[in-house]
């Protein structure tokens, strides 16, 4: 467009200098044709600004590595009030926070389909929006801006790992029934773990009045967990510290890792739940189905990877004593750091080499199958 903009003010100037050397009035039209030219311009694209109509959509989902397809429609009718449409699309990646600009020009206006397939290195959440649309005259010399609210959302989904063997011990044998095969303290109200005698600082609800008249003493409530809740596998895509923080390849085999556990658990039947650190605050989807376990994955794609996991949360989560096996996956950068153990955690490190420790299981980035067999 800029090329053909120099020759239009090329041949602007020369008719004028021909006109003024020989004052032929063929010089004369011909410099009145050219100096009209953008104002009726300005005029048809106005005029085509307000017919002009344009559509996108996404295909939901794909596996990260393979092709997500946006199919463009853009359509004018008089044809002849525009000669091409550019379209300015905005792809952001808003679980990494990573943003990609890309021109499409649109020759054919008869609404037909147009498909372009964006390949992203990355899992997350994918917002895609119209930054702004120009329509172009026939002889691409002036161009009209047209507003475009449109967005979609779509997901790239982490690398999905079969054939995990993930052994959970005694919480294989959970169930959605709420028996509690082997109890354990939790924060289920419905559940009473134990009864004690009553301590300083023990909450009034908590206080069993029947027990508490018979032995003329008073008597406190402890509740226990159901098997519903069992098992938690906390997800941290902190990058940590400026010093060994943790890249976006490491953080997407976060992502692998976890989702590959929670899908192993639940082709064995067990139910589950995924929990994350989102701004400070913590979020968690129940996995009991296939069904719940896309809903699962698609929530996970909504945290922010700087987010990332505080080992003082923990604490402040409400019920997580609710859980009798949390499996933590992180990047080994921060793993490392995370003074977990005390809470007898699983931790999953992603780490560029194997290695191994009392809570630590060590996963190479490009060899997820370390996981088989292995008990948590």
């Given amino acids: 467009m800029t090329l053909k903009r120099i020759i239009y003010a090329i041949l602007l100037i020369a008719a004028a200098a021909v006109f003024v050397f020989t004052d032929s009035g063929a010089a004369l039209f011909l410099l009145c044709a050219l100096a009209l030219l953008p104002p009726v311009s300005f005029i048809l694209l106005a005029f085509a600004r307000r017919r002009i109509v344009f559509d996108f959509d996404t295909r939901s989902s794909c596996i990260r590595g393979g092709a997500l397809q946006i199919n463009f429609r853009a359509g004018v009718r008089p044809r002849f009030l525009v000669g091409c449409v550019k379209v300015t699309l905005l792809i952001e990646n808003t679980t990494f926070g990573k943003t990609l600009r890309r021109e499409f020009m649109f020759e054919d206006l008869s609404f037909a389909e147009h498909t372009f397939d964006y390949v992203g290195g990355d899992s997350g959440r994918i917002c895609v929006r119209v930054e702004k649309i120009r329509l172009i005259d026939v002889f691409g010399v002036c161009s009209l801006g047209a507003k475009c609210a449109k967005f979609t959302e779509s997901f790239v989904s982490p690398v999905l790992y079969e054939g995990l063997g993930i052994n959970l011990g005694a919480n294989r044998s959970a169930s959605l029934s709420g028996e509690t095969s082997l109890p354990q303290k939790g924060n289920d109200n419905t559940e009473i773990f134990n009864i004690r005698d009553y301590e300083a600082g023990d909450a009034p609800n908590r206080l069993h009045w029947k027990l508490s008249g018979k032995f003329d003493s008073l008597k406190t409530k402890e509740f226990g967990s159901t098997d519903e809740h069992r098992t938690l596998i906390l997800v941290d895509l902190g990058r940590g510290g400026r010093e ?125 199958t370390a996981l088989t067999g292995c008990v948590l």
């Fill in 244 to 368: 060994n923080a943790a890249d976006d390849a490491a953080l997407n085999a976060v992502l692998d890792v976890a989702v590959s556990v929670s899908d192993s658990l639940k082709e064995d039947g067990c139910a589950h739940v995924i929990g994350w650190f989102d701004g400070g605050a913590f979020r968690r989807s129940e996995v009991t189905d296939a069904d719940s376990f896309v809903q699962a994955v698609y929530s996970l794609m909504s945290i922010k990877v700087d987010g990332g996991f505080d080992k003082s949360y923990l604490a402040k989560i409400n019920g997580y004593g609710f859980f009798t096996k949390i499996i933590y996956v992180a990047a080994a950068e921060q793993a490392e750091k995370t003074a977990l153990t005390p809470l007898g955690l699983t931790t999953i490190a992603i780490s560029s080499a194997a290695g191994g420790g009392d809570a630590l299981i060590y996963v190479p980035k490009d060899d997820v």
